[in-house]
């Protein structure tokens, strides 16, 4: 009966746009940057959105920062934090999670003006059947166009699939895009599961932002202390800094992590 329950609560949404959110009014009054500040943050199942919005605020790299990814959202999660730290943002869920009924998905968050994006169903599901997806989404800082990518992909993917689904992600992305970000949580638990989800990225053109962030998890430190969940990849930029937060209060199971980046010429 519980199985029955649970299945009924699930639902992937397989449409191509659809439901989706977006709030694309928001103006950020200055000059646009050469500098950029993007943080990317799975806020586990949008459970606690308020004091992850009180963390970001307390956090000189988060609360200034032009872009923002985050995971295991729901749309009244995302509006909070758009509505409360003064971002555009446009979210699409990728299921009903059966863990709590309520969507789940990817969003994008931005200082700057939004332009197209999009949902990316990625192939393959992992043996829960919950299907996983990357948002796309133009930003427009000045007269420059960056296409940002936030992603989750599953824990127990096969090594096979997780390679493929990332060609798939790198196959929407046009040879002349001279800016690009990728971020989100890759769930990169193994050594395996790390080089097949990071090795398509670095052949397409990427660099990994984040490559010395140490396990941006809670839990399993001890285990892991040479890898990390979280990544952020860029091409046409360069990195200026990066850390991850880990603060004592814990709105989510995972740290927060940012990069500032100089945009190349």
């Known amino acids: 009966m519980r199985f029955f329950h649970l299945q009924n609560r699930k639902r992937n949404y397989t449409h191509p746009q659809h439901p989706q ?3 694309l009014d928001y103006t950020e009054k200055r000059t646009p940057p050469n500098r950029l500040q993007v943080f990317t943050y799975n806020i586990q199942f949008a459970k606690k959105v308020r004091p992850a919005v009180e963390l970001i605020e307390s956090n000189e790299n988060l609360k ?8 295991e ?11 409360t730290l003064g ?19 990817n969003a994008i968050l931005s200082k700057w ?16 059947k919950l299907q996983r997806i990357a948002v796309l989404a133009d930003i427009h800082v000045g007269d420059r166009k960056i296409l940002v990518i936030c992603i989750h992909l599953g824990v127990w993917l096969k090594t096979a699939y997780r390679t493929l689904q990332m060609k798939r992600v790198v196959s929407e992305i046009p040879e002349r895009e001279k800016y690009c970000i990728i971020g989100g949580d890759f769930n990169t638990l193994t050594k395996r599961n790390y080089h097949a989800t990071i090795d398509p990225l670095i052949h397409g053109g990427f660099d990994l932002a984040t490559k010395n962030i140490a396990w941006s998890y809670k ?14 990849f860029t091409r046409g ?6 850390d991850k937060v880990a603060s004592r209060k814990k709105p989510s199971d995972h740290y927060p992590i940012w990069v500032q980046l100089e945009l190349d010429d």
């Open 237 to 242: 930029a360069r990195l200026i800094q990066t």
């Open 113 to 128: 003006p939004i332009g197209e994006h999009k949902k990316l169903i990625l192939p393959h599901v992992e043996r829960t």
């Open 87 to 105: 971002y555009n943002y446009v979210y699409y869920p990728a299921v009903r999670h059966p863990n709590h009924g309520r969507d789940f998905g």
């Open 73 to 83: 959202m729901d749309a009244e999660g995302v509006m909070h934090i758009c509505d």
């Open 21 to 23: 959110y977006a709030y």
């Open 219 to 232: 839990h399993w430190y001890i285990l892991n202390r040479k890898t990390s969940l979280d990544h952020i």
């Open 64 to 71: 200034h920062a032009d872009i923002v990814l985050l995971q």
